[in-house]
């Protein structure tokens, strides 16, 4: 018997008709910020202030879009450094070895504690504090010598800066992804034999990683926008000192921060849409969507849970020459 007959066997007086509520006042304040937002744009648009002839004459000049460019490299290189030293820094915590555990600690309390500018203006002065760096023993001739103006430029300073703060952060998400797997994963791996570095690459991590990839994204599009702090180092290269240089040579700061904004946007949108299919890539399998049409299982998406009457014991069913 299909569930549309059960259904079609209640008689009226008990079946119930559900109406749908009412929310007045969620249809009132829906309005309300609708209006709220056609203002805004239509006063905007309407605005001498914005001046949107210099705003259309700058959104596509070569010089935004190379220090756009810039800017994704910066929050690419920076976030594939972080990562890699956040997933060593997390599997340092959880370590059974302490001096490791401790060494990460630091790390993390340091980093995290104080302003990425501060860390910024201090990595800039990097090569005025160590100015030459000496490879070998301690109270002999040096190995090798070199200057560190002369190995690091102003954009990989920058790229160390952001990774090693941001490195912090990912050691604590990568480290909340490993305390989410269940410690039977880690026992039936030690039953089978493997050890310590084979359990966690081979069974830990690659659980986590559900965890882990959606803070992760969030991370990444921030780390977009802390590159406009790079002129702390000083770096002056990436988009926002670019459009800030620009606004100074034209004395029109406004349509150059619009022009900013509009290409963060940009990136910051293509970046959230590889955020989704990432998730969804890990999250298969742990996720269940449950139908809630009316129109029964024929016309519902994904898993659609029937309710079944069952019947008393001794109930007369009707299947199988049963008696009714």
């Known amino acids: 018997m299909s569930s549309r007959n059960v259904v079609a066997d209640i008689p009226d007086?008990?079946?119930?008709?559900?109406?749908?509520?009412?929310?007045?006042?969620?249809?009132?304040?829906?309005v309300v910020l609708l209006l709220l937002v056609v203002g805004i744009i239509v006063d905007g648009a309407g605005r001498e202030a914005y001046d949107w002839a210099a705003f259309g004459t700058y959104i596509f000049d070569p010089r935004i879009v190379q220090a756009a460019g810039v800017t994704i490299q910066l929050t690419v290189y920076s976030m594939v450094i972080a990562i890699a030293l956040g997933v060593l820094l997390a599997v340092m915590r959880q370590s059974p070895n302490k001096i490791l555990g401790y060494i990460s600690w630091v790390f993390i309390w340091i980093f995290r504690g104080t302003p990425v500018y501060v860390q910024l203006v201090f990595w800039g002065l990097f090569t005025v504090i160590y100015k030459t760096i000496n490879v070998g023993i301690p109270g002999m001739e040096p190995w090798w010598s070199f200057g560190t103006a002369d190995v690091l430029g102003l954009f990989w300073i920058a790229v160390i800066g952001l990774a090693l703060n941001e490195?912090?952060?990912?050691?604590?998400?990568?480290?909340?992804g490993l305390l989410a797997v269940d410690s039977g994963q880690v026992e039936a791996a030690t039953a089978l034999g493997m050890n310590?570095?084979?359990?966690?690459?081979?069974?830990?991590?690659?659980?986590?990683?559900?965890?882990?990839?959606?803070?992760?994204?969030?991370?990444?599009?921030?780390?977009?926008?802390?590159?406009?702090?790079?002129?702390?180092?000083?770096?002056?290269?990436?988009?926002y000192t670019r459009s800030r240089d620009i606004s100074s040579e034209t004395l029109n700061p406004i349509p150059l921060l619009l022009v900013a904004s509009?290409?963060?946007?940009?990136?910051?949108?293509i970046l959230m849409v590889g955020q989704h299919f990432l998730e969804r890539r890990f999250s298969r399998g742990h996720v269940r969507r449950v139908s809630?049409?009316?129109?029964?299982?024929?016309?519902?998406?994904?898993?659609?849970?029937?309710?079944k009457t069952v019947p008393a014991f001794g109930a007369d069913t009707g299947e199988?020459?049963?008696r009714r």
Not at 13 to 24: G, L
Not at 262 to 269: E, H, M, P, Q
Request: aromatic residues 6%.
């Open 292 to 307: 809630r049409s009316a129109g029964g299982a024929e016309k519902s998406q994904g898993v659609t849970k029937l309710i």
């Open 13 to 30: 007086d008990v079946r119930i008709h559900a109406k749908k509520v009412r929310h007045p006042m969620r249809m009132l304040a829906a």
């Open 196 to 239: 310590w570095r084979r359990t966690m690459g081979k069974v830990v991590l690659p659980q986590a990683m559900r965890v882990i990839i959606p803070p992760t994204g969030n991370e990444v599009i921030s780390m977009l926008k802390t590159t406009s702090l790079v002129t702390a180092v000083p770096f002056s290269l990436d988009l």
């Open 167 to 176: 490195a912090a952060y990912m050691a604590e998400i990568v480290r909340a």
């Open 262 to 269: 509009v290409w963060y946007l940009v990136i910051t949108s």
């Open 320 to 322: 199988n020459g049963d």
